[in-house]
């Protein structure tokens, strides 16, 4: 079955710590993956995808086919960092988000 | 700009009561998803739009809930009749090509609470 895991709901670092988000998925071909992040009181938006292999406000997701994971990183955490992220993966007629890591950055 | 504009904000019904949302994407954008967001969890995909046409509403409990995008633009997602179960957050993405890479651009939702 496809699926998209996130397997902590919340996580909650110190500012200037470095983080990771963690992500697997369960997809039978090649997906296209991405991180989306909800700021409080702000819509849903792209952070960034694994096909632009670029780095958004210092973070970077490296897609591992082997381990099937998709984890976003970031050097050192800020406190504007804080909000909720989801990992999502786009097949070939489907879409699958996971259930999302509220990230808390704390001064 | 003003983006994926979406209405009602807040919508309160009894069960048994039909609803409907009304979506307008990002002028140009040929590709319109509507997702159900439940409390805790990730957005669920209901139905794609290729322009006017559907072409993925695997996920649309077809029994009571219906969509349309007449002339490949504006859409409406109905549900008829309310579940209490239906109560969640109703979400619009539009994307300029229905290409797997695409970026999502999101719309504010609709909380919809079933009584």
């Known amino acids: 079955a496809q699926r998209v895991t996130q397997p902590e709901k919340l996580l909650s670092v110190f500012k200037g710590a470095p983080v990771e988000l963690k992500c697997n998925y369960s997809?039978?071909?090649?997906?296209?993956l991405f991180w989306y992040v909800q700021y409080s009181r702000q819509r849903l938006q792209l952070l960034l995808r694994?096909?632009s292999r670029e780095s958004i406000k210092g973070f970077t997701a490296d897609l591992n086919k082997g381990e099937t994971s998709f984890h976003l990183k970031k050097p050192f955490a800020q406190e504007e960092d804080s909000a909720m992220y989801y990992c999502?993966?786009?097949?070939?007629?489907?879409?699958?988000f996971g259930a999302g890591t509220r990230l808390t950055v704390k001064p | 700009e003003a983006g994926v504009v979406q209405s009602p904000r807040y919508k309160i019904i009894e069960k048994k009561q039909p609803v409907a949302f009304w979506c307008n994407p990002i002028?140009?954008?040929?590709?319109l998803y509507w997702y159900r967001q439940n409390l805790g969890q990730g957005p669920e995909l209901l139905i794609r739009?290729?322009?006017?046409?559907?072409?993925?509403d695997s996920q649309l409990p077809k029994d009571r809930f219906s969509a349309e995008r007449l002339k490949g633009v504006d859409s409406t997602l109905k549900i008829q009749p309310a579940e209490l179960g239906d109560s969640a957050v109703y979400l619009c993405?539009?994307?300029?090509?229905?290409?797997?890479?695409?970026?999502?651009?999101f719309g504010p939702g609709t909380r919809l609470t079933v009584l």
């Open positions: 997809y039978s071909g090649s997906p296209e």
């Open positions: 999502a993966l786009s097949g070939y007629n489907d879409m699958r």
């Open positions: 739009y290729e322009n006017e046409e559907a072409v993925d």
């Open positions: 694994h096909i």
């Open positions: 993405a539009s994307s300029s090509a229905g290409v797997r890479s695409d970026t999502q651009y």
């Open positions: 002028s140009g954008h040929n590709t």
